[in-house]
């Protein structure tokens, strides 16, 4: 039976009052709760009803209604039931399976830290072994052969790093790579780049610190902008100036005006939430 238009409007209001407020009830909570996921039941029925334009701009309900997910600029240690430990990056979000022959967690943005449980031998001569621990992407599968290893979502491709023990990435459609302690790659669906010498010092970001040695101002500046509210880019002309130090990952405004005190570079805020990084002399208007 089809609705009136009044009646439509009407339904359409009550499905996001109702979803607003289950949201509301939910704020600030790591762990998917009751109230979020009455929230997408609620916004899962006004997208059947909804315009075509509304439903282009619609948030990413995988995310929403992830086990565990960061705001942007937070960090946050789980542990998981087996006692894996992982840290969640800034703006990251994961699902967590754990089945009989298989524990695995579902990258669905962001980064993340695993260190995953040990086999042990008990006292008594016996040996308590866990499932392989995968970490799944949009891109393949990363499995956990060594104590500590990362994975960053990046738009088209994963990156893994392997911090101690090795790693075993597979993208979805060619062959898997070993990575050894002290390596990281990128891969594709379809292709895995050579790996690569990893900085150990790269694991400070679980600090909410940034290692950089030489690093391009532009390649530190994609990394705060995952940590900053609202847009940030870097321009052309001071791309590719160098810079070195230990900077705050969850402090971005103070990173940039630390790193505007100390390199030849400036601030333009093209709106509140739009900034560049240019060069000191730029003639820009």
Same mark, same amino acid.
Not at 27 to 38: F, L
Not at 47 to 64: F, K
């Given at each position: 039976?089809?609705?009136?238009?009044?009646?439509?409007?009407?339904?359409?209001?009550?499905?996001?009052?109702?979803?607003?407020?289950?949201?509301?009830?939910?704020?600030?909570?790591?762990?998917?709760?009751?109230?979020?996921?009455?929230?997408?039941?609620?916004?899962?029925?006004?997208?059947? $009803? /909804?315009? &075509?334009?509304?439903?282009?701009?619609?948030?990413? !309900?995988?995310?929403? =209604?992830? @086990?565990?997910?960061? %705001?942007?600029?937070?960090?946050?240690?789980?542990?998981?039931?087996?006692?894996?430990?992982?840290?969640?990056?800034?703006?990251?979000?994961?699902?967590?399976?754990?089945?009989?022959?298989?524990?695995?967690?579902?990258?669905?943005?962001?980064?993340?830290?695993?260190?995953?449980?040990?086999?042990?031998?008990?006292?008594?001569?016996?040996?308590?072994?866990?499932?392989?621990?995968?970490?799944?992407?949009?891109?393949?599968?990363?499995?956990?052969?060594?104590?500590?290893?990362?994975?960053?979502?990046?738009?088209?491709?994963?990156?893994?790093?392997?911090?101690?023990?090795?790693?075993?990435?597979?993208? $979805? /459609?060619? &062959?898997?790579?070993?990575?050894?302690?002290?390596? !990281?790659?990128?891969? =594709?669906? @379809?292709?895995?780049? %050579?790996?690569?010498?990893?900085?150990?010092?790269?694991?400070?970001?679980?600090?909410?610190?940034?290692?950089?040695?030489?690093?391009?101002?532009?390649?530190?500046?994609?990394?705060?902008?995952?940590?900053?509210?609202?847009?940030?880019?870097?321009?052309?002309?001071?791309?590719?100036?160098?810079?070195?130090?230990?900077?705050?990952?969850?402090?971005?405004?103070?990173?940039?005006?630390?790193?505007?005190?100390?390199?030849?570079?400036?601030?333009?805020?093209?709106?509140?939430?739009?900034?560049?990084?240019?060069?000191?002399?730029?003639?820009?208007?």
């Amino acid at each position: 039976m089809l609705c009136e238009p009044n009646t439509e409007r009407q339904a359409n209001h009550e499905l996001r009052r109702e979803a607003g407020t289950a949201l509301r009830e939910d704020a600030g909570v790591v762990g998917v709760s009751a109230g979020r996921r009455r929230a997408l039941k609620a916004l899962s029925w006004l997208a059947i $009803a /909804a315009p &075509a334009g509304w439903l282009a701009s619609r948030p990413p !309900w995988r995310t929403w =209604t992830a @086990d565990f997910r960061t %705001a942007t600029g937070e960090l946050h240690d789980i542990l998981l039931a087996d006692g894996s430990q992982i840290t969640l990056g800034s703006a990251s979000a994961i699902d967590v399976a754990f089945e009989a022959n298989v524990r695995r967690v579902h990258l669905l943005e962001g980064e993340i830290m695993v260190r995953p449980v040990s086999d042990v031998r008990g006292t008594a001569g016996t040996r308590t072994t866990h499932a392989p621990l995968l970490v799944q992407t949009a891109e393949g599968v990363v499995e956990a052969r060594g104590a500590q290893f990362s994975v960053q979502q990046r738009d088209g491709f994963t990156r893994v790093a392997a911090f101690r023990g090795d790693a075993l990435a597979t993208p $979805a /459609a060619t &062959a898997a790579l070993m990575l050894t302690q002290g390596q !990281w790659c990128r891969f =594709t669906r @379809d292709g895995i780049a %050579a790996p690569l010498t990893l900085d150990p010092r790269e694991a400070m970001w679980t600090r909410g610190l940034l290692y950089a040695n030489d690093m391009r101002i532009a390649d530190l500046v994609d990394e705060l902008a995952r940590y900053h509210a609202g847009v940030l880019r870097c321009a052309a002309d001071v791309a590719d100036l160098r810079v070195s130090g230990i900077y705050q990952l969850t402090d971005s405004d103070a990173t940039l005006a630390l790193l505007q005190r100390i390199y030849p570079i400036r601030l333009r805020s093209i709106t509140p939430y739009w900034t560049l990084v240019e060069a000191l002399d730029s003639t820009r208007i």
